[in-house]
C-alpha cells in the first residue's frame, strides 16, 4: 500500500550535461557518452533505493528530452525543417514529412542497463501519442489523428521490447491532455489503446501542467482559481484500459474532488511540486496523500512527484525524492 515513484525526468549530472535547463547539451560523446548515461542513471537508481522508492526509474538519463529524445532515431522527421507551432507557447519544432519509421529499439540498450542494476520494480517512461503531436509539426499525414496512430504503433513496438526486458511499468506522458481535452476523448484515448495493446505490464498515464519552467508556470496563471480540465476527460480514462493515472496535487489548483471520477483506477498522487526549490517536509507530503484518501481508496494510491525534475538542481532534486519516501513510509506507518 502507498508504492512510492518519480513521475519521470531527474536533473542530469554537471559532468553529463548542461545543469538545470529542459534541453540540455551532451558534454560526453561517443561510448564515453553511453557510460556517462549509464553511470548517472545508476546514481539515481542507487538514490531512489536508498530514499525508499519502491518502483524506480532511470530519470531519463538516457535521452536529452521527455519527447524528443525517442523521435531522434524515428525515420520520416526532418529535424532542420524548422516549424513554429502554438502549443502552450509558440516553440519552433522539426517537421513529419514522410511516413515514419522506427529502425531500431529506442530505449532498449538503458532499460536492459537498468533492470540489471535493481531489484526493484523498474517503470520505463515514453512520450504519448498526443503529446508528440504537440511537439512536432505534422507535413505529411492527413490529419492530426492520423499521425498520432502512427506514432502509437512505433510506442507499441517499443513498448512491447521493454516489457519483454523485463520492465514492470510504462508510463506515457500525455501533458497535452490538459491543453486539448476535446480530443482527447475524440481521439486520444483511442491512440494510447493501440500504444498499449498487447501489453501484460502495467500501463500509466501522465498528466500534468508541465515542468516548472517559467512559460508553464505563466500558462497555470491564466487557469484561474480552479484547475479543472482532468474532469473534462477522466470518465473516459476511468473508461480505458490504462491502469494507472498520473497527476498533479501538491500545491495545485486542482480540486481533488475530480479524483472521484477515476474509481476503477490506480492514482500516482503528485505529493512534490516540483516548480520549486523548496523542499516539502515529510509531513506536507504525508498530507497531501491524506487529502488524496478521501476521494481514492489508500490501496489504489502510489504516492509521486507532480512532474518530471529535470530543470531543477541535483541536490533538490535527491531532497524531494528523500522526502517522497519518508512522507509516504509517515503515513503508511499512521495507517497500519
Request: aromatic residues 8%.
Amino acid at each position: 500500500m502507498l508504492e512510492t515513484t518519480v513521475a519521470g525526468s531527474l536533473p542530469k549530472p554537471t559532468w553529463l550535461a548542461e545543469p538545470e535547463i529542459l534541453w540540455p547539451g551532451w558534454r560526453l560523446d561517443g561510448d564515453t557518452l553511453v557510460e556517462g548515461q549509464q553511470d548517472a542513471a545508476l546514481a539515481w537508481i542507487k538514490h531512489q533505493e536508498d530514499a525508499g522508492i519502491d518502483i524506480v526509474s532511470d530519470g531519463e538519463q538516457f535521452r536529452k528530452h521527455f519527447v524528443h529524445g525517442f523521435l531522434e532515431t524515428i525515420e520520416g522527421i526532418d529535424w532542420q525543417l524548422m516549424t513554429t507551432m502554438g502549443i502552450r507557447y509558440d516553440a519552433r519544432v522539426p517537421t513529419v514529412t514522410a511516413a515514419v519509421r522506427r529502425p531500431a529499439s529506442v530505449h532498449g540498450a538503458g532499460a536492459k542497463f537498468c533492470r540489471a542494476n535493481t531489484d526493484r520494480k523498474l517503470k520505463f517512461t515514453l512520450p504519448g501519442p498526443m503529446t508528440i503531436c504537440d511537439t512536432i509539426a505534422n507535413a505529411h499525414y492527413d490529419s492530426r489523428p492520423d499521425m498520432a496512430m502512427a506514432f502509437a504503433d512505433l510506442l507499441n513496438a517499443e513498448a512491447k521490447e521493454l516489457e519483454a526486458l523485463g520492465v514492470d511499468v510504462i508510463q506515457f506522458d500525455e501533458p497535452a491532455f490538459n491543453a486539448f481535452m476535446g480530443d482527447v476523448v475524440e481521439w486520444g484515448v483511442d491512440a494510447l489503446h493501440r500504444a498499449i495493446d498487447g501489453l501484460h505490464c502495467k500501463t500509466a498515464v501522465h498528466i500534468c501542467y508541465g515542468y516548472g519552467i517559467q512559460q508553464n508556470i505563466d500558462w497555470k496563471q491564466s487557469l484561474g482559481e480552479e484547475w479543472r480540465q482532468y474532469e473534462e476527460f477522466f470518465p473516459a480514462l476511468n473508461d480505458s484500459r490504462i491502469d494507472q493515472v498520473s497527476l498533479e496535487c501538491a500545491n495545485s489548483n486542482v480540486p481533488l474532488s475530480v479524483l472521484g471520477l477515476l474509481k476503477d483506477k490506480e492514482i500516482l498522487v503528485g505529493a512534490i511540486d516540483v516548480a520549486t526549490d523548496v523542499i516539502e517536509s515529510p509531513e506536507q507530503v504525508a498530507a497531501t496523500l491524506r487529502a488524496a484518501m478521501e476521494f481514492v481508496d489508500p490501496e489504489r494510491i502510489v504516492a509521486c512527484t507532480n512532474c518530471g525534475m529535470a530543470p531543477l538542481s541535483r541536490e533538490v532534486a535527491e531532497a524531494k525524492i528523500k522526502a517522497l519516501g519518508q512522507g509516504a513510509a509517515l503515513l503508511r506507518k499512521e495507517l497500519s
